[in-house]
């Protein structure tokens, strides 16, 4: 066990890099100046009363929220970081000296696994708080408007550490799995890609075909089950989007029956519609269980094999 905590103390300092916390900040902060400047440009939100203006910010900071600062973000953070675990000491050659040591494989994997997990939440939290800070500075929120961005930390927190276990989960697993770094990535990028990109152009197609859950595309729709647990993670903490926000969402992640002509608030009078109705495909705890335990299994049959494999 004392040679599993010099691994995890080893990690830890090696992630805690001045450079890498810098840089993955700005990744994060990109969209959102993006955004920014484009809605300046463009002057958004010049005809909309004050609270409406407040709702469509807390929205379009959700969206951001899910899409990037705590969904592809740490995702992509967990893989370049996790998917070198074993593959990069196979390929560096330095794999067999290690081993020698007094430490079991799974302790060294387990030890590896923790450090990052343990520094990449306190990233993630910096880089949540930071993007809070620069979205609230750039809009100048008043009291009221940023008590309500403020509600939205647990919620967020929750679903980017959820994401930060899933992905690093994998990219450990893939890692042990398999002797080249590019072997482990090839996986974990289609993934991403496949969780929240790859269903958004075909969804509402396939579901008016017929052949969405006929054919079981709802299974392998992990967008949907993301989008799912997030929704209801923001719904658990009192979190209410607006209809406009809930379309976007709902197209990234099917999780809202969009109405086929749009949805339209009244910017003169302040007039917001109900909410759009959720699509009830699997349940939440559906969605908690398959994102929680395929990548625990993986984890499982990543240690079983590595502890049979032949370092020499």
Known sequence: MGSAIVVFKKVLRDNINLKLIVCYIVLVLIPILFFVNLAEESKMFLNMTASIKTEYLLGFFCIFAFTWICGIAPGMLA?????????????????????????????????????????????????????????????????????????????????????????????????AMFSSRTKAVLPLIAIIILAFFAFVPIRETVRELGVYEGYYLDTLDLG??????????????????IPFIQSAIGEFTGTYKIPKHGVRLDY???????????????SFEHSLIKWTLIPSLLVLLSLVLFGRRDIF
Request: proline share 2%; charged share 15%.
């Open 79 to 175: 893989i370049f970081i996790c998917s070198g675990f074993i593959a990069k000491e196979i390929t560096e050659r330095t794999l067999s000296l290690i081993i020698s040591k007094p430490i079991k494989r799974e302790h060294f994997i387990l030890a590896k696994f923790f450090a990052f997990l343990l520094f990449s939440i306190c990233l993630q939290s910096l880089a949540l708080f930071t993007s809070i800070y620069v979205w609230s500075s750039f809009y100048n929120f008043d009291l009221y408007s940023l008590s309500k961005l403020l509600s939205l930390v647990p919620p967020l927190l929750f679903y980017s550490f959820f994401v930060l276990l899933i992905f690093s989960s994998l990219s450990t697993a893939f890692s």
């Open 224 to 241: 949907y089950d993301l989008g799912n647990i997030y929704i209801n993670t923001l719904e658990s903490c009192n979190i209410k989007l």
């Open 268 to 282: 003169d009078h302040g007039i917001m519609l109900q909410n759009l109705e959720k699509t009830t495909y699997h």
